[in-house]
T-cell receptor
Framework: GAVVSQHPSWVICKSGTSVKIECRSL??????MFWYRQFPKQSLMLMAT?????????EQGVEKDKFLINHASLTLSTLTVTSAHPEDSSFYIC????????????FGSGTRLTVV | GIQVEQSPPDLILQEGANSTLRCNFS?????LQWFHQNPWGQLINLFY???GTKQNGRLSATTVATERYSLLYISSSQTTDSGVYFC???????????FGTGTKLQVIP
């Protein structure tokens, strides 16, 4: 089946620094990748949609200058949280879809970000 | 946008019991998936089921697209079934999906 690898699983960073999260599709070409954010005890909220080679489309209320998304290849998308602050602490999850439509969307294992 | 409601929001089961989780959605969809989020946050894809019925071991799912709902059945529940179950729906293709509100399941020994 389709596999998506997300790294790191958890990260702690100091306020003001930037953090990069990687999402890789291991055995299929991910035409489209999605980035979600999940607050404790809540559902997943879509942050942005990225298509390979194009600029990401951000959901309303998501700061694109703060959450930089790059989808430079069909197997890799990155989310960079710039100048992180404690309120950016959250669980971030990526998902990918592509030619394997019968699998639906495959999700990475998530990254727990803590900003101190 | 599409609205997705899940019920019940919380469920406590004795080990061995059966349960039915429901997902209602407000518009027609071509993509519907059920996920299990384990205590570590990982989302496990259970079913891709925009219509029809599928079974995988103790789990099965049915989607009645014309009536805009899907059901997830868990039989002979085990403690490892604990976690949050989400349905996610969307128009298909490469378009985004919307997650439901989730059902938190706790299976006690």
């Amino acid at each position: 089946g389709a596999v998506v690898s997300q790294h790191p699983s958890w990260v702690i960073c100091k306020s003001g620094t930037s953090v990069k999260i990687e999402c890789r599709s291991l055995d299929f070409q991910a035409t489209t990748m999605f980035w979600y954010r999940q607050f404790p005890k809540q559902s997943l909220m879509l942050m942005a949609t990225s298509n390979e080679g194009s600029k990401a489309t951000y959901e309303q209320g998501v700061e694109k200058d703060k959450f930089l998304i790059n989808h430079a290849s069909l197997t890799l998308s990155t989310l960079t949280v710039t100048s992180a602050h404690p309120e950016d602490s959250s669980f971030y999850i990526c998902s990918a879809t592509g030619q394997h439509q019968n699998y639906g969307y495959t999700f990475g294992s998530g990254t727990r970000l803590t900003v101190v | 946008g599409i609205q997705v409601e899940q019920s019940p929001p919380d469920l406590i089961l004795q080990e061995g019991a059966n349960s039915t989780l429901r997902c209602n959605f407000s518009d027609s969809v071509n993509n519907l998936q059920w996920f299990h989020q384990n205590p570590w946050g990982q989302l496990i894809n259970l079913f891709y089921i925009p219509s029809g019925t599928k079974q995988n071991g103790r789990l099965s799912a049915t989607t009645v697209a014309t009536e805009r709902y899907s059901l997830l059945y868990i039989s002979s529940s085990q403690t490892t079934d604990s976690g949050v179950y989400f349905c996610a729906v969307g128009p298909g293709g490469y378009q985004k999906v919307t997650f439901g509100t989730g059902t938190k399941l706790q299976v006690i020994p």
